[in-house]
């Protein structure tokens, strides 16, 4: 039974109650609760747009078509645009209904498949929820501002293959998804190859002492496995482009992390709370040795949650967040086979999050939910900066005179929250009704722009904008 939140919020704050409330079943509410509820007003500020999400939704609004443009990816992006797609087909045209579409497809599916992680898992296996939940709480938020990012929905799918192998191979139902979802994993995530490695290995182990159908099972769980890995690192070392090796390995070591001008207080809530919960098992969980650890716990969220909502020009890193968007993936592969080697040696995974620990989770949890709003609050006022330079203006906009118009308090977070030469697409999904008057072009010291705006014809046509109020600004300047 889930619990009866009148009767659990009526209750005065003391720490008797609030152990008696962290279980792992209540938090697991909690975290989706929280993290849809913050999901939702990304999604109604349009938060798929940021980064490379503007270029996709302009490529799938110019096709009507998906827009698969990394191959080891393609399963995580069909997930991404499906329902931009779907809104497509039933006759949306409103742009900025079928970005908020886009951002509910990116940021929606990894609650989902969390969520599911709990009917996946066996009713006497539910502890081991902690390590799906771990992931959406702890890992996800350190990439989450870029909504476009792979790794998130690729590492709720592992979790889902995981668990699927270790607990439903028994039923012919639960085999033939485990071997198929394992298959698909060479379109997951190229991080994921060191995953399906290890999960190869598991599999072969489990051969052992088992019945035949059981070892043929097995046998095709190992052998899916062992594909996806051989195809994932064929990927990683012949990319679709050479800059992506590089994209690769940020992806993995996050580097940008220790690169920029702010904090990225996501990523450091995240290393307090891992520290704070190994003390918490290293104190063997004894209140009098845990309280001071859970009051420093707490009393950095505080300051985390402070920081956050005066600072929020110094404490939103884009760049950050883009970067490391193959955390989460390296996240899952490092913590699933941990908790299953601390399994095979006696030591459920529940343990991992005692009671004290499990606080010490919820405040991470509250922090994690204060950082996602400041980011959507700070992408709504760049995106109500944009509107109101190409409202203005006629034709191409330099990206100087945007910044100077803008004048925005920190310019370093102005330049990475309009993603340098994406600007232009976003220019183009940003139009009132639809009608294009003026475009942002990206900044001259850009290699690469998505689009030529000295000639309107090489914009992308489409039925959802009107391109040649622009078109005339551009070719008859002095109307």
């Known amino acids: 039974m889930l619990p009866n939140l009148q009767i659990v919020l009526s209750k005065p704050f003391t720490l008797a109650n609030a152990l008696n409330f962290a279980t792992i079943r209540n938090v697991f509410l909690l975290s989706i609760t929280l993290s849809t509820a913050t999901m939702l007003y990304a999604v109604s500020e349009m938060r798929g747009m940021f980064a490379d999400g503007s270029n996709y939704i302009v490529h799938i609004l110019a096709s009507e078509d998906f827009y698969l443009l990394e191959p080891a990816r393609k399963l995580v992006q069909i997930l991404q645009q499906s329902l931009l797609i779907l809104g497509i087909q039933f006759g949306v045209t409103d742009l900025p209904t079928l970005a908020r579409l886009f951002t509910l497809g990116a940021l929606g599916w990894p609650i989902i498949l969390t969520a599911s992680c709990w009917l996946v898992l066996p009713r006497g296996q539910k502890g081991w929820i902690i390590g799906p939940l771990i992931n959406l709480v702890a890992l996800c938020p350190m990439t989450s501002l870029a909504a476009i990012g792979e790794g998130m929905i690729a590492s709720c799918l592992l979790w889902i293959i995981f668990f699927l192998v270790l607990f439903r191979t028994q039923s012919i139902w639960g085999a033939l998804l485990a071997i198929s979802l394992t298959a698909l994993g060479a379109v997951t995530h190229e991080t994921a190859a060191i995953f399906f490695v290890g999960l190869a290995a598991l599999a072969i182990m489990r051969m052992r002492d088992r019945s035949r159908v059981e070892r043929l099972t097995q046998f095709a769980i190992s052998a899916a496995a062992i594909w996806s890995a051989c195809y994932l690192i064929s990927v990683i070392l012949h990319p679709r482009d050479l800059a992506n090796r590089a994209d690769f390995l940020i992806g993995i070591l996050a580097l940008a992390f220790v690169e920029l001008h702010g904090v990225n207080l996501t990523a450091v809530a995240t290393m307090v709370s891992c520290v704070s919960i190994f003390q918490i098992m290293r104190a063997q969980n004894?209140?009098?040795?845990?309280?001071?650890?859970?009051?420093?716990?707490?009393?950095?969220?505080?300051?985390?949650?402070?920081?956050?909502?005066?600072?929020?020009?110094?404490?939103?890193?884009?760049?950050?967040?883009?970067?490391?968007?193959?955390?989460?993936?390296?996240?899952?592969?490092?913590?699933?086979?941990?908790?299953?080697?601390?399994?095979?040696?006696?030591?459920?995974?529940?343990?991992?999050?005692?009671?004290?620990?499990?606080?010490?989770?919820?405040?991470?949890?509250?922090?994690?939910?204060?950082?996602?709003?400041?980011?959507?609050?700070?992408?709504?006022n760049t995106l109500d900066m944009v509107t109101g330079i190409i409202e203005r203006r006629e034709g191409r906009v330099p990206w100087q005179t945007a910044l100077e118009t803008a004048a925005p308090r920190n310019p370093i977070l102005w330049k990475e929250m309009i993603w340098y030469s994406e600007i232009q697409p976003l220019s183009l999904l940003l139009a009132p009704q639809g009608r294009v008057h003026a475009v942002i072009d990206a900044p001259t010291s850009e290699r690469w722009k998505p689009f030529q705006l000295d000639a309107p014809a090489s914009l992308p046509k489409s039925r959802f904008w009107d391109a040649a109020p622009y078109a005339a600004a551009v070719e008859n300047p002095q109307q």
């Open 286 to 380: 004894k209140v009098k040795k845990t309280q001071p650890i859970l009051l420093t716990s707490m009393s950095f969220f505080v300051l985390a949650v402070a920081l956050l909502l005066f600072l929020p020009e110094w404490t939103v890193t884009p760049v950050a967040q883009f970067s490391g968007r193959g955390l989460p993936v390296l996240g899952t592969t490092m913590l699933s086979f941990g908790l299953w080697a601390g399994w095979r040696s006696g030591v459920k995974p529940e343990f991992l999050l005692s009671k004290p620990a499990l606080l010490v989770f919820c405040g991470l949890l509250l922090t994690q939910s204060v950082a996602q709003i400041m980011m959507t609050r700070q992408w709504a």
